[in-house]
């Protein structure tokens, strides 16, 4: 493997981590808590229309 292909990795890397980091500023922060404890309501809600 050649410098120049492990260079270009990283590089791509970084650059989505810059990208994230620039719509982070802006995004709607939801703690992850929350989304799973959504998940699990959702699915009970499921769970319990196909009991009806």
Same mark, same amino acid.
């Given at each position: 493997m050649?410098?120049?292909?492990? %260079?270009? /990795? @990283?590089?791509? %890397?970084? /650059? @989505?981590?810059?990208?994230?980091?620039?719509?982070?500023?802006?995004?709607?922060?939801?703690?992850?808590?929350?989304v799973?404890?959504?998940?699990?309501?959702?699915?009970?809600?499921?769970?319990?229309?196909?009991v009806?």
């Open positions: 050649s410098s120049g292909q492990n %260079s270009g /990795g @990283l590089m791509s %890397s970084a /650059g @989505l981590v810059r990208y994230f980091d620039a719509e982070d500023r802006n995004a709607i922060r939801i703690d992850p808590k929350t799973v404890a959504f998940g699990v309501a959702f699915g009970i809600l499921i769970l319990v229309l196909n009806l």
